[in-house]
């Protein structure tokens, strides 16, 4: 049985203050925190005799080598013993108790305490997984193992180490992107309240707009990113009412550097992407901030549609690269500013979409349906950083291996 749908808050009530769980880790420790973004469950893994370490460490307990790379370990684990937590001086636990927390002897090898989900029964079987705090560091949560129960995603621990959709107020910012149709369609179907979709030029006749009017739960509104008055009258009448931002500005053009008329392209883009962002995290931004711990309503994430190209420059859309790499350093800004009030920043990236600008470029291409699915699971799981589809995926893997390989097969 899932939560019902919560009360309207009172305007009379004070809203609580955001706070953070404790937040120093040590370098080492900080380590963990790129597993955590993408959803990998990985530790130290010593080069030398294979011993696996946790917590994170400078040196193996065993032969005390020095080379202790991040790896893929295996999840399971068997839960020993746990405890509850009924009291704490910690203001921002204080908020969540009780807690269970047990320790576990994991299949990797090291015994860990881990915060556990209420389903997890004494000796049995759990899965591990890393998971990022409203702080945005690393922790280690357990599931049972095992089909999960029906409403196994109301664990409130997991529900503060995650932004699942469920009763949550959404602004999509530009119902123009290719994939704003399905977007609407998979978030309401996991049980978003209410979308708030952002169209600019609506006089502009669109198929796609007459299809978002017609899903049921979809409001259309003026919003503009490129023009501050649309953003502020916009963001008077809802940012006080928003859980979650899909800023899903879009605006591609091909191009190389050296073709007349590039810096205006770029300019255009940049309008849209980097500068709309700035405009929105501004008004809707700050307003999110402040409601990081409302009540049963609280602002849980926002999140960025990026191309791959915000990371490296393609040589065939030259001018649409340096526009997402502007938007994705505004964005990386704001998930500083954000972390403050216990809002994560989800960046979600892709690589070429199946539009029709997109005609020329060969398969594999990401479909409007695969987008969707992808930030859903990205909210549910709480990740911060995304990878879909085969040739997102591929630079990812290609790029932790050599950056410098990636950028010269992309530009001969």
Not at 52 to 69: F, I, K, M, N
Not at 259 to 277: F, Y
Request: charged residues 20%; aromatic residues 4%.
């Amino acid at each position: 049985m899932t939560r019902p749908v919560p009360p309207k808050k009172n305007p009379l009530l004070r809203t609580q203050v955001p706070l953070l769980p404790p937040q120093p880790r040590s370098l080492r420790g900080h380590l963990l925190i790129a597993a955590a973004a993408t959803g990998r469950f990985a530790l130290q893994r010593c080069a030398e005799c294979g011993t696996v370490a946790y917590p994170a460490r400078d040196a193996c307990s065993e032969c005390l080598s020095p080379d202790l790379p991040l790896t893929d370990v295996p999840a399971g684990g068997t839960l020993l013993s746990e405890t509850t937590i009924r009291n704490t001086a910690d203001p921002y636990f204080r908020r969540l108790t009780p807690i269970r927390q047990g320790l576990i002897q994991s299949d990797a090898g090291p015994q860990i305490i881990a915060f556990l989900h209420r389903d997890c029964t004494p000796n049995g079987r759990v899965t591990l997984s890393l998971k990022l705090d409203a702080g945005g560091q690393p922790v280690v949560f357990a599931f049972p193992e095992g089909p999960a129960a029906p409403d196994a995603e109301e664990d409130p621990i997991l529900r503060e180490l995650t932004a699942d959709p469920l009763h949550a107020r959404i602004l999509l910012t530009d119902g123009r992107h290719p994939a704003s149709v399905a977007l609407c369609k998979a978030l309401l179907g996991a049980g978003a309240a209410h979308i708030f979709v952002g169209v600019a030029e609506r006089w502009k006749p669109s198929a796609q707009i007459d299809a978002l009017a017609a899903v049921e739960g979809v409001e259309l509104i003026d919003l503009d990113p490129r023009d501050e008055r649309s953003v502020m009258d916009a963001a008077a009448d809802l940012a006080g009412k928003i859980e979650i931002v899909v800023n899903s500005a879009y605006h591609y053009r091909p191009g190389s550097l050296l073709d007349s008329g590039a810096a205006l392209r770029i300019k255009d883009m940049m309008e849209v992407g980097a500068l709309g962002l700035v405009r929105l995290s501004q008004t809707f931004g700050a307003a999110m901030m402040g409601r990081g711990a409302d009540g049963d309503r609280p602002a849980l994430a926002w999140v960025n549609l990026l191309s791959i190209t915000a990371q490296l420059a393609h040589p065939a859309a030259v001018t649409y690269s340096a526009a997402q790499a502007a938007e994705l350093s505004v964005a990386q800004s704001l998930r500083g500013m954000l972390r403050g009030g216990g809002v994560r920043v989800v960046n979600v990236f892709h690589g070429a979409l199946d539009i029709d600008w997109f005609e020329q470029v060969p398969p594999p291409k990401l479909g409007a349906g695969a987008l969707s699915k992808g930030v859903v699971d990205a909210l549910k799981r709480g990740l911060e950083d995304v990878y879909l589809g085969a040739e997102a995926e591929d630079f990812r893997e290609r790029m932790d291996q050599n950056p410098k390989e990636v950028e010269r097969s992309r530009w001969t």
